[in-house]
Structures are given as structure tokens and as C-alpha cells.
């Protein structure tokens, strides 16, 4: 949520969009399949089967955190009226890409960079 608030007040609105969309559509997602909001989730495999890799706090990923419930009630409260539908996105939002091409007159090298 800090990040989140961090992006807005320097203007990245979209880029804030984007992520709280992505992370308010995974904690969706997982509740859809297992009726329940836990502590922990893991944004780049989006789910929440986090329990083997877990190394600092609870053993296990704790069910029903209360964290968990209020963040998703801020962001989502915060994220405007527009892009809200994009929650009903399980599957998360694509990161914007660009293709640059440097060109050194002897050789030209082609980068894919998130914008």
C-alpha cells in the first residue's frame, strides 16, 4: 500500500492501477478456488501455495489474516471507479512493454523493457 501511495503522489497513476488490480485479482482468484483470504500470496506465480518456501513468521500461511482483508478493502477502495472491472481479471494484467534498438553503426542490439 505504501509503494501503491508512492507511485500515485509522483503521478504514476497507471502503473498504480496496474498493480493493485493485479494484486486485488489474485487474492479474488485464490478466494474463488479456496473460499478463503490468507496471509501470503506469491504475485509473480499468482496463488497462494506459498507454504514450502516460507522462512520468517508463521509456519504456515495463515488463514482469514486480517492484513490481508483490509488491504484488499483500501486498494480497492482507492483504485479509481474506471479500473475496477480490471479486478475481474484473474489472470493479472499484462506489464507494458517496449521494444528499444540501439544502434552503434556497426551493430544493433534489440532490448524487450517494461515501460
Known amino acids: 500500500m505504501i509503494a501503491i501511495e508512492g507511485l500515485r503522489r509522483y503521478g504514476y497513476n497507471r502503473e498504480a492501477d496496474r498493480i493493485s488490480a493485479n494484486f486485488l485479482s489474485l487474492i ?3 478466494f474463488i478456488q479456496h473460499n478463503t483470504i490468507v496471509e501470503k500470496y506469491d504475485v509473480e506465480r499468482r496463488e497462494s ?3 514450502a518456501g516460507l ?5 504456515s500461511n495463515e488463514i482469514g489474516f486480517g492484513w490481508t482483508n483490509a488491504a484488499f478493502l483500501q486498494l480497492y477502495a482507492l483504485l479509481p471507479v474506471r479500473a475496477r472491472q480490471n ?7 499484462a506489464v507494458p512493454q517496449a521494444r528499444v534498438t540501439l ?3 556497426q551493430r544493433s542490439l534489440e532490448f524487450l523493457i517494461q515501460k
Open 87 to 93: 479486478v475481474l481479471d484473474l489472470d493479472g494484467l
Open 49 to 51: 501455495e506459498v507454504s
Open 103 to 105: 544502434d552503434s553503426g
Open 28 to 30: 479474488l482468484k485464490e
Open 55 to 59: 522462512k520468517f513468521g508463521y509456519k
